[in-house]
């Protein structure tokens, strides 16, 4: 998934530290402290997905230099890690996609006694990784979050708690659909009543019809440009990440978030090791270190999206933990599904999907 960084509160950060030290400092109340280990490590991650001061200080603590290369997708990723020269050593898929690696022997198993921060990781997100890793046996969670309607309240006067809006003419031009196969036909099969991993090619061909029904009503098909178009009072509503739409309410307060009665998708990102890995050593040093309270604390203020460990929601103030958009109840999150690799079956979706991008 595409990130964002949550520029206002990095600000902050940013000069917080430099006030408190002239050099990349923090405090490991974790206790951990690492030999140093030389080498490089080579990181394949989302674009602006990481706290860049961290990487310094992770190279400080163990020398290693850290080369980290950016992915715009899933299937960027997966193109990448197939190479038969791959370097990368650490990549942070997302649940599907760790699924269909598992599937094709394409990961190491973590070792967790050089992970003693895995700890941290909060219990209650086993409920939904376990779906697509089993005991968490070759990946961490990193960060997660919901896919909602972000709605400028001042544009959209009803309450929002369907995503039938999305199909209401009045807001016709002023709607935003994510461009993502699996989120737009996905929150569509949910409001069908369907199933978000379904392999019924007849529920599928129904979500897809009824996404062509709304090509007159859209604002157009966006990722990061939705969330400008929204802070700037451009759009009605949009069909966003939780962390985007956090990201965005704190710079327009006529914005709010919810995730519909009828569900929708929690997603994981994951840490993973790939079986062509060089340096497993600094890979599982660099799981640790992102791990512990203060690191992972310091991560998510950066980046805006919700961390699962349970350590740093400690640290963070109730901006972030008292907000349902960053820390979503119980209630939310028991109607939403993770997704999972459907193998052959994309290619039912896929050709939806170019129905639904080519309609007007």
Same mark, same amino acid.
């Given at each position: 998934? %595409?990130?964002?960084?949550?520029? &206002?509160?990095?600000?902050?950060?940013? =000069? &917080?530290?430099?006030?408190?030290?002239?050099?990349?400092?923090?405090?490991?109340?974790?206790?951990?402290? $690492?030999?140093?280990?030389?080498?490089?490590?080579?990181?394949l991650n989302w674009g602006e997905y990481i706290d860049p001061e961290?990487?310094?200080?992770?190279?400080?603590?163990?020398?290693? %230099?850290?080369?980290?290369?950016?992915?715009?997708?899933?299937?960027?990723?997966?193109?990448?890690?197939? @190479?038969?020269? @791959?370097?990368?050593?650490?990549?942070?898929?997302?649940?599907?996609?760790?699924?269909?690696?598992? *599937?094709?022997?394409?990961?190491?198993?973590?070792?967790?006694?050089?992970?003693?921060?895995?700890?941290?990781?909060?219990? /209650?997100?086993?409920?939904?990784?376990?779906? =697509?890793?089993?005991?968490? %046996?070759?990946?961490?969670?990193?960060?997660?979050?919901?896919?909602?309607?972000?709605?400028?309240?001042?544009?959209?006067?009803?309450?929002?708690?369907?995503?039938?809006?999305?199909?209401?003419?009045?807001? /016709?031009?002023?709607?935003?659909? $994510?461009?993502?196969?699996?989120?737009?036909?996905?929150?569509?099969?949910?409001?069908?009543?369907?199933?978000?991993?379904?392999?019924?090619?007849?529920?599928?061909?129904?979500?897809?019809?009824?996404?062509?029904?709304?090509?007159?009503? *859209?604002?157009?098909?966006?990722?990061?440009?939705?969330?400008?178009?929204?802070?700037?009072?451009?759009?009605?509503?949009?069909?966003?990440?939780?962390?985007?739409?956090?990201?965005?309410?704190?710079e327009n307060e006529d914005l709010a978030y919810v995730v519909p009665?009828?569900? @929708?998708?929690?997603?994981?990102?994951?840490?993973?090791?790939?079986?062509?890995?060089?340096?497993?050593?600094?890979?599982?040093?660099?799981?640790?270190?992102?791990?512990?309270?203060?690191?992972?604390?310091?991560?998510?203020?950066?980046?805006?999206? /919700?961390?699962?460990?349970?350590?740093?929601?400690?640290?963070?103030?109730?901006?972030?933990?008292?907000?349902?958009?960053?820390?979503?109840?119980?209630?939310?999150?028991? *109607?939403?599904?993770?997704?999972?690799?459907?193998?052959?079956?994309?290619?039912? =979706?896929?050709?939806?999907? /170019?129905?639904?991008?080519? @309609?007007?």
């Amino acid at each position: 998934m %595409k990130k964002i960084i949550c520029l &206002a509160l990095s600000f902050v950060l940013i =000069f &917080a530290f430099a006030a408190c030290s002239e050099e990349a400092s923090i405090e490991y109340a974790d206790g951990d402290q $690492y030999n140093k280990i030389g080498g490089e490590l080579n990181i394949l991650n989302w674009g602006e997905y990481i706290d860049p001061e961290l990487i310094d200080i992770f190279t400080k603590e163990t020398g290693v %230099k850290i080369n980290y290369v950016e992915m715009t997708s899933n299937e960027e990723m997966l193109i990448k890690l197939r @190479s038969s020269d @791959s370097p990368y050593d650490l990549c942070f898929p997302s649940d599907y996609i760790i699924e269909q690696m598992i *599937r094709e022997d394409m990961l190491l198993p973590l070792d967790y006694d050089k992970i003693p921060n895995a700890k941290n990781i909060d219990e /209650s997100m086993k409920v939904f990784t376990n779906v =697509f890793d089993p005991g968490g %046996k070759y990946s961490l969670p990193y960060m997660w979050g919901t896919v909602g309607i972000l709605y400028n309240t001042s544009l959209v006067e009803e309450d929002v708690d369907s995503w039938g809006i999305l199909w209401d003419e009045k807001y /016709s031009g002023q709607i935003w659909m $994510y461009d993502s196969v699996r989120d737009t036909i996905g929150i569509t099969l949910k409001y069908l009543g369907y199933d978000l991993n379904t392999r019924n090619a007849d529920e599928v061909a129904a979500a897809r019809d009824l996404l062509m029904e709304q090509a007159p009503l *859209r604002k157009g098909f966006g990722t990061d440009n939705m969330r400008t178009s929204m802070i700037n009072g451009k759009g009605a509503l949009a069909v966003i990440y939780s962390g985007d739409a956090f990201a965005a309410i704190d710079e327009n307060e006529d914005l709010a978030y919810v995730v519909p009665k009828e569900g @929708s998708n929690v997603w994981y990102d994951n840490v993973v090791i790939p079986k062509s890995a060089k340096n497993v050593e600094a890979a599982l040093a660099f799981i640790n270190f992102l791990n512990d309270g203060n690191v992972a604390a310091k991560n998510t203020e950066y980046i805006c999206y /919700s961390t699962p460990n349970a350590a740093a929601m400690a640290r963070l103030d109730a901006e972030f933990t008292e907000d349902e958009t960053y820390n979503p109840p119980a209630e939310v999150l028991a *109607r939403c599904e993770v997704f999972h690799d459907l193998g052959d079956f994309v290619a039912v =979706f896929n050709e939806a999907w /170019s129905k639904i991008k080519a @309609s007007k």
